[in-house]
């Protein structure tokens, strides 16, 4: 089941094209990226404060924390660095490596222009995909921005993509996170103030800047408009990324994507949530944990909790093995569930206990989103834990939630 | 009269500020390796899980309690136990 590498990346557009303009024909070169969009404006730092303010942007490598905020906490002078994270470790998100790979100039615009207006001297940008760091290589030799860029290539290992394992990788140093929980605002490469966000979130500055917060605004929820890019997986005829407007139903995009509208989805990855149907769901930050905008749908016709116990397996095995809980608390809860899915009432008591367990124990999110997908895998599918408890649900586990690199 | 109550009030304010100065456990995952010997120090702050890490109750450490819990610091064989102030 490891097609994910080898799936052509598709694009599709529900409503205006924002980040995905001018891309039918492939990816933009500089010449098409300016016939597309026009050339990058110069914009202050006090712009860049109002325009994200203006339209409430939110960054778009799953925590939601909103871009003006993070501008707000930088100091006035020193800033080191404007820090791209493409290492898009969120194993189903395509989003990333999609706009590295066919829009660069749109990312390079967000953080060129960002970075000028912040007096940084230099953009970093952390890639783990192959294509993805060719297209951006190309794309600056293509441009002269009078600032030093450098691409530097990550692990593709889950923890590697969290934001101070990236920095460690820009440093030299080894792709975990540090057991000391500090903010890239104030201390971050090389301990000095950088701002740190997802590619998409510098396409989205570099579209802002251009369109201004009232054009910007005519599409999506009030309280953050505009567009979002979605990775839609799983058991749906049309997996790919989708651009869509912010606070789209979710219904909308399943049946865009031609998934089935009754079975269960998980939003938001292997740190998500599950939801036993689509029904009345928007896709709007922070209410609705969109994370880096993943969706997976499920049919009917396959064991949701084995699907859950083979990502539940692929989980366990990306945790750095730096904490205690994690390494062990991740495969306990494997266990928990092998035992839970042969009919062991004791698996889900110690699943229970595992879950309580592991949360906040760890020096990344990683052991507190892996509970928060099985908890809410325990949740949703309580009927099949019935099942299973009482002799099996009758069902195959068909493999439909992608696993980079299969079980061990 | 009014100098006294204010004077009053100040060193009050001040001591307000002392005690109010909340001081929480803090543990570095990456370095501890579940000796335990924080739970033996501070069996009232935490409890070791089944793996041997140390859970945290997560209520601040009362002034009474600030010497054994630098104490418990300092033991830490993995420097993994720290004490933070908010």
């Known amino acids: 089941m490891t097609i994910l590498q080898e799936t052509p990346l598709q694009l599709r557009v529900i409503g205006e094209p924002r980040l995905l303009a001018g891309l039918r024909e492939g990816r933009a070169d500089l010449q098409r990226h300016l016939w597309t ?14 325009l994200t303010t203006a339209v409430g942007l939110r960054g778009r490598g799953g925590a939601a924390f909103p871009v003006a905020l993070k501008l707000a906490d930088l100091p006035q002078r020193g800033i080191e660095a404007v820090v791209v994270n493409g290492s898009e470790s969120e194993p189903v998100s395509r989003k990333d490596r999609l706009l590295l790979t066919m829009a660069p100039h749109l990312v390079l615009d967000g953080a060129v222009g960002l970075a000028k207006a912040l007096n940084a001297p230099q953009v970093l940008i952390a890639v783990h995909d192959g294509a993805a760091a060719t297209s951006i290589r190309a794309a600056i030799q293509e441009r002269q921005d009078h600032l030093r860029i450098e691409v530097t290539d990550t692990p593709g290992r889950f923890v590697a993509g969290e934001a101070r394992a990236v920095l460690s990788v820009l440093e030299g140093g080894p792709a975990v996170p540090p057991g000391r929980r500090v903010l890239p605002t104030r201390k971050g490469y090389h301990k000095r103030p950088t701002f740190l966000s997802n590619v998409e979130t510098f396409a989205q500055l570099a579209v802002l800047a251009r369109l201004g917060s009232h054009q910007f605004s005519s599409t999506g929820l009030i309280s953050e408009p505009g567009t979002q890019l979605l990775t839609v997986d799983g058991a749906v005829q049309r997996p790919g990324v989708i651009e869509a407007p912010t606070g789209i139903p979710l219904e909308t995009v399943l049946q865009y994507a031609g ?20 029904d ?26 084995g699907e859950v116990h083979r990502v539940a397996q692929w989980l366990a095995s990306q945790s750095a093995g730096q904490c205690g809980p994690c390494l062990f608390g991740l495969g306990a809860l494997v266990d928990d569930f092998s035992r839970l899915l042969s009919g062991d009432p004791a698996g889900w008591h110690d699943a229970q206990r595992h879950l309580g367990l592991v949360p906040g124990r760890g020096a990344c999110a990683h052991p507190d989103g892996s509970a928060r997908f099985l908890a809410s895998a325990l949740e949703v599918f309580g009927e099949d834990v019935r099942q299973h408890l009482a002799g099996g649900c009758g069902r195959a586990v068909r493999g439909l939630l992608p696993v980079p690199g299969g079980i061990r | 009269m009014s100098a006294g109550r204010h004077s009053a009030v100040a060193v009050n304010e001040a001591w307000k500020e002392e005690v109010e100065q909340v001081h929480k456990l803090e543990i570095d995952w990456t370095r501890c390796d579940g000796h335990g010997l924080c739970a033996t120090l501070l069996a009232d702050e935490l409890v070791l899980d089944e793996w041997g890490f140390p859970v945290l109750r997560g209520r601040p450490i009362t002034p009474g309690e600030l010497t054994n819990a630098r104490r418990a610091v300092l033991a830490c064989p993995a420097l993994a136990l720290r004490l933070t102030e908010q």
């Open chain 1, 37 to 50: 969009h026009g050339a990058a404006p110069e914009l202050t730092r006090a712009d860049y404060a109002d």
């Open chain 1, 280 to 305: 009345g769901i928007k896709l709007s930050r922070p209410e609705v944990p969109v994370g880096a905008g993943i969706v997976l749908a499920l049919t009917a016709d396959t064991c949701p909790l």
């Open chain 1, 259 to 278: 998934a089935p509208t009754d079975g269960p989805v998980l939003i938001g990855g292997y740190h998500g949530q599950w939801l036993p149907r689509p």
